[in-house]
């Protein structure tokens, strides 16, 4: 007898899906059973100061995905090009014939001066060109053929603890993050009536490259005081695992919250909630 897994017959749309959180989510939602369509940029963007993703990186979640025996549609581009996010819907319908689940997950993350007075304009945007305009764009590319549908759906934006607090020297990412939030309270009730669910996910630091690298050690070294802006979970766990975030990710994207929407769920270990 077979058992039948909680997303079996569904598509899930990642972007960011190279390395990292939009991997790990691709894999487990994969794993439950949902094909995959995934977009990433797989290279370097001028002001982000820590190594991003290469096509390489792309070409392992293919592999890895592959090897849980679902298929997978998978394309380098920027969730900045709408476009290029049209074209990947289109080609995604095309080949799987729905699209049932959204993660508009690909971020990037920016640090140097310690006053976000000091932000300039190239960095504000391509922080706030990604991390906003590109999950307005991953929405408005993925969302249409499943209203056409009418079949339902999920949503999952993902935002940060920096999308509830304010956290200093990063203006640019936590105005896009607290953005993502107003999009996604926007597109709950825009979506509700065609039974499509749309919530936030709320990360505290992940041991992804995004943080885990040197370049932010030697920032954080260098400007100590800044360390809280990621130290100060409540749990003991100084950064949490790409699959704690998944874990939520499946919940969302499953008929497990099938009458939850306009929900922002912290995986914060804490931090927002911190006295
Ligand atoms: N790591 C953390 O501590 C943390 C905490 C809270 C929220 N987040 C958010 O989680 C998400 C995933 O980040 P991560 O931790 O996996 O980092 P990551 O750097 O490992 O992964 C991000 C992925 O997004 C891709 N990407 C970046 N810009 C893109 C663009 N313009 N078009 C297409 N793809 C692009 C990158 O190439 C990379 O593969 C981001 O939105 C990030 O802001 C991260």
Redesign the pocket.
């Known amino acids: 007898m077979s058992i039948e897994l909680p997303l079996e017959g569904k598509v899930a749309f990642v ?10 989510h691709a894999l487990t939602l994969a794993r439950a059973g949902a094909d995959i369509v995934a ?5 370097q ?1 001028p002001t ?1 100061p ?1 190594a ?2 290469t096509p390489d ?2 070409d392992e979640t293919v592999g890895l995905i592959e090897g849980t025996g679902r298929k997978i549609l998978a394309r380098v ?5 709408f476009a290029a996010l049209k074209v990947l819907a289109d080609d995604a319908v095309e080949q799987f014939g729905h699209i049932d689940i959204v993660c ?6 920016s640090f140097g001066p310690i006053s976000s007075l000091d932000i300039d304009a190239e960095r504000w945007a ?1 922080i706030v ?3 906003l305009t ?1 999950v307005f764009n991953t929405i408005k590319a993925a969302v249409p053929p499943m209203i056409e549908r009418g079949a339902g759906g999920s949503v999952i934006l ?6 509830i607090k304010g956290l200093r020297s990063m203006a640019d ?1 936590t105005a ?2 607290h953005g993502v939030v107003g999009l996604m309270k926007t597109f709950a009730n825009e979506l509700a009536p065609h039974n499509i669910r749309v919530n936030t ?12 690298n040197p370049q932010l050690s030697d920032w954080y070294a260098a400007n100590p005081d800044m360390a809280n802006n ?1 130290s100060g979970n409540l749990l003991p766990v100084d ?2 695992e ?1 699959q704690d ?1 998944s874990e939520a990710v499946l919940f969302l994207a499953s008929d497990s919250s099938r009458y939850i929407t306009g929900v922002q769920l912290p995986i914060d270990a804490g931090f927002t909630e911190k006295a």
């Open positions: 972007t960011g899906a190279a390395r990292g959180q939009g991997r790990q977009i990433d940029l797989c290279a963007l982000v820590y991003m993703s990186d792309l581009g920027d969730v900045r090009d508009a997950n690909a971020g990037v993350y391509e060109g990604t991390n590109g993902t935002s940060s603890t920096a999308g990412y896009s993050k996910v709320h990360p505290t630091g992940v041991r992804t490259d995004m943080v885990d990621v950064l949490v790409a975030i």
